[in-house]
């Protein structure tokens, strides 16, 4: 007789769907007053970031691992085809098109899941020693990361290009490297600054951090802390949140969601998802924390929290004049595909590392 191996269900982490869905839910009710076509696509976005997510969990990728390295390099060949094959928005050159269909892909995206679990991979062959990855464990591991970055900021796309950096360097902060290497590094970037703004930035990336600096924010900005501003405590009814209903809030079901959620629900509302994404975060880092010895489970939950903290963190900031306007879309929260699948990926992987953490068989169902 089969049976569901209990053990599975115990590890499962309930927490993580239990914030994540009501972010999902608010987001569809924003889209769907919006577009009802914008709606009805992001309900197959849904079901598709779904299937991602049960695919992800039933992997035996610890059994797999050795796969890792060749996911990681078809990925990077597929953000190369982007620079000859890909379709132009916005004046990016990010997404690759599927066939037979209306639907893209941005290859950048779908590239994260993959991008940290090659740190995974790297981490659990060379652990830290005791002191910290050493010069040169700390270079191989910089390789991984800065052949993507560097790729990715060629299309151009910094948003995602930093998010990868970030986290990146900020899951060699977490396992440890040597202290000296921090304080070189830090010099390095000093000293590098004003050459890279001056000669690797495009001029609309100049642009954006110069109105950021600006007395006078830019108008898309303007308009969104002028949304922010008009919902109060409380919020408008759908008919008076005139910033969203006569679109005079740019990308408001995408980059500037959050602008439009707080004129529809008031700072209340706002409130309530920055503390949604603030247990999330906090969670993810109490699970890194706890998993010292697995150093999967603990790069892949630390990677998860620093990727969505600079990405809630920076589309926030930009929407009230904090940041620089930038591509970065708010997790499970803004209208897309790419995003949605790419962190529902995210957390197919880590409840797989924490269902099946001490199932060395991976098998879901027993006999009996």
């Not at 759908?238 to 602008?259: G, H, M, N, W």
């Not at 499970?332 to 529902?344: A, D, E, Q, V």
Request: include cysteine.
């Amino acid at each position: 007789m089969l049976h569901i191996d209990r053990r599975i269900i115990t590890h499962f982490d309930f927490l993580i769907p239990i914030i994540v869905i009501p972010i999902i839910a608010l987001s569809y009710y924003l889209v769907s007053e919006s577009s009802a076509m914008l709606a009805t696509r992001q309900l197959i976005y849904f079901l598709v970031g779904f299937c991602a997510f049960l695919l992800f969990f039933l992997l035996p990728i610890r059994k797999i691992e050795w796969l890792i390295p060749f996911f990681y390099w078809s990925g990077i060949a597929f953000i190369v085809v982007v620079e000859f094959l890909g379709s132009q928005k916005l004046g990016a050159q990010r997404w690759l098109s599927l066939p037979f269909t209306d639907f893209t892909i941005q290859p950048s995206e779908i590239f994260k899941p993959i991008f940290l679990l090659m740190l995974c991979y790297l981490a659990k062959q060379t652990p830290p020693p005791i002191g910290g990855y050493s010069y040169r464990e700390f270079v191989k591991i910089s390789f991984f990361i800065l052949l993507p970055f560097v790729l990715i900021a060629k299309q151009p796309d910094l948003g995602t290009a930093a998010v990868l950096l970030i986290a990146g360097y900020g899951m060699l902060f977490i396992i440890g490297v040597n202290r000296r290497i921090w304080i070189i590094l830090g010099v390095l970037i000093a000293v590098a600054s004003p050459i890279i703004y001056n000669y690797a930035l495009h001029d609309y990336q100049k642009k954006r951090i110069l109105d950021f600096l600006s007395d006078t924010p830019s108008y898309h900005v303007e308009q969104s802390v002028i949304a922010i501003g008009s919902g109060g405590l409380l919020g408008k009814d759908k008919e008076e949140a005139t910033q969203t209903q006569f679109k005079f809030l740019p990308i408001a079901t995408s980059d500037f969601i959050f602008p439009a959620l707080v004129e529809r629900k008031g700072f209340l509302g706002g409130f309530a998802l920055l503390l949604l994404y603030a247990f999330l975060i906090f969670h993810l880092a109490t699970l890194a924390f706890d998993a010292k010895n697995d150093y999967f489970t603990q790069v892949m939950a630390a990677g998860i929290a620093f990727v969505l903290f600079i990405h809630a963190g920076v589309n926030i900031a930009m929407t009230i004049g904090f940041a620089p306007v930038v591509g970065i879309p708010l997790p499970f929260f803004s209208y897309g595909g790419s995003s949605f699948i790419t962190f529902m990926i995210f957390f197919g992987i880590l409840e797989n590392l924490l269902a099946f953490r001490f199932d060395p068989t991976h098998k879901l169902v027993k006999y009996r």
